[in-house]
C-alpha cells in the first residue's frame, strides 16, 4: 500500500455528477472526513463505453486522486465497479470501496420473496456484474436486470424532476414489476437524485436500495481497518470535473442542496471516442 496518511482526503470518483449522491452518505455517515472529487463529466456518458476506454479513464482518475493525497479511493459509479475494479486493485497500492458488492448484499438482505429488481446502465447490465453479486450473497435468487439508457443524461442536464424522467421511470420499471420483485437496486449512482419518481410508481413494501448509503458504511470499516480514520480539524472539501465547473457547481448545489465549494477543472489526455450521450448511461 502506498504510504496513506490519515490527515488525506477520501477519493470519491464518477462520470459525473452521480456520485456526488456517495459523497452525501459520507458526509451524513463520517463528517469528519475531507472529500476529493473528480466528476468525469466531458467523458460522459459512461454506460455505453467499452471496458479498455472504462479502465484507461479510471487510471487518469485515480493517478490524480492519489496526486491529490487520497488515503482512499471510491468508485462512486457502478459501470467503472463493474469492468474496471479488480484491474485498477492490481495497479494502485491504495484501498478501493466499489459500490456494487455493498449495494447486492443489502438487496439479498432486505428481500423476502427472492425477486430482486436491478436498474442500471447498459455496461452494467451487459458486465452481469450485479447479477453474480447477488447471487453470491443469494443462490436461487431472480435478478431482474433492466438497461436504462436515458436516466444518466436526464441527471446530468439537469431534468431529473422533469415529466420526461417520469416517463422513462414507468417504462423501465415495467420488467421488474412483471416479475414480482419486492425489491430493487438503483444500479448506478445517479439514480437517486430519481428517487420521488421511482417511488411513486413502485408499489407499497418494495425495498428500494440505494448503494451509496451501504458503500459509505464500507468506506467507515475500511478506513477503520486500515488505520486512516480522520483525526484533527476539517480543512474542506475539493471538487474538481473534466467539463465546465461553473455547469458543474450549479447542478451539483441543485441536486445535493449544498452550495459547493469553487469547482476546478482538471484535463485528462485520453480521448473522447465518441459515443452516443443520448442513448447511453454513466
Known amino acids: 500500500m502506498v504510504n496513506s496518511s490519515a490527515g488525506g482526503p477520501i477519493g ?6 452521480g456520485g456526488l449522491t456517495v459523497v452525501q452518505e459520507i458526509w451524513r455517515h463520517l463528517p469528519d472526513e475531507e472529500v476529493v472529487y473528480v466528476g468525469d463529466t466531458a467523458r460522459v456518458p459512461y454506460g455505453g463505453r467499452s471496458a479498455e476506454e472504462i479502465r484507461c479513464f479510471n487510471r487518469e ?6 496526486q491529490q493525497g487520497a488515503k482512499l479511493v471510491v468508485f462512486a459509479c457502478n459501470t467503472s465497479s463493474a469492468l474496471a475494479f479488480p484491474v485498477m486493485q492490481r495497479e494502485f497500492p491504495v484501498p478501493m470501496v466499489e459500490v456494487i458488492t455493498p449495494g447486492a448484499r443489502a438487496a439479498a438482505a ?5 425477486r430482486i429488481g ?3 446502465t447498459e455496461a452494467t447490465v451487459r458486465s452481469g456484474a450485479y447479477v453474480r453479486a447477488i447471487l453470491g450473497e443469494l443462490p436461487g435468487a431472480q435478478v431482474t436486470a433492466v438497461a436504462c439508457p436515458l436516466l444518466v443524461p436526464l441527471v446530468e442536464s439537469g431534468r431529473a424532476g422533469s415529466a420526461e424522467a417520469a416517463r422513462a421511470v414507468v417504462e423501465y420499471l415495467e420488467p421488474v414489476r412483471e416479475a414480482g420483485a419486492d425489491t430493487l437496486v438503483l444500479g448506478c449512482t445517479h439514480y437517486p437524485y430519481l428517487r420521488p419518481h421511482l417511488q411513486e410508481q413502485l408499489e407499497r413494501g418494495v425495498a428500494l436500495i440505494d448503494p451509496a ?10 478506513l477503520a481497518a486500515h488505520e486512516l480514520r480522520r483525526h484533527g480539524p476539517r480543512r474542506g472539501d475539493r ?21 459547493l465549494p469553487p469547482v476546478e ?3 485528462f489526455s485520453s480521448p473522447v471516442l465518441g459515443v452516443n450521450a443520448a442513448g447511453a448511461g454513466g
Not at 470519491?12 to 455528477?17: A, I, K, M, N, Q
Not at 482518475?61 to 492519489?66: A, E, M, R, V, Y
Open 12 to 17: 470519491v470518483f464518477d462520470s459525473g455528477l
Open 110 to 114: 432486505a428481500t423476502r420473496n427472492g
Open 239 to 259: 471538487f474538481y470535473t473534466s467539463g465546465d465547473p461553473a455547469l458543474f457547481r450549479r447542478l451539483a448545489g441543485e441536486l445535493t442542496g449544498r452550495t
Open 265 to 267: 477543472r482538471v484535463e
Open 61 to 66: 482518475i485515480i493517478g490524480f486522486l492519489l
Open 213 to 222: 448509503v451501504e458503500t459509505a458504511r464500507r468506506v467507515g470499516e475500511v
Open 118 to 120: 436491478l436498474l442500471a
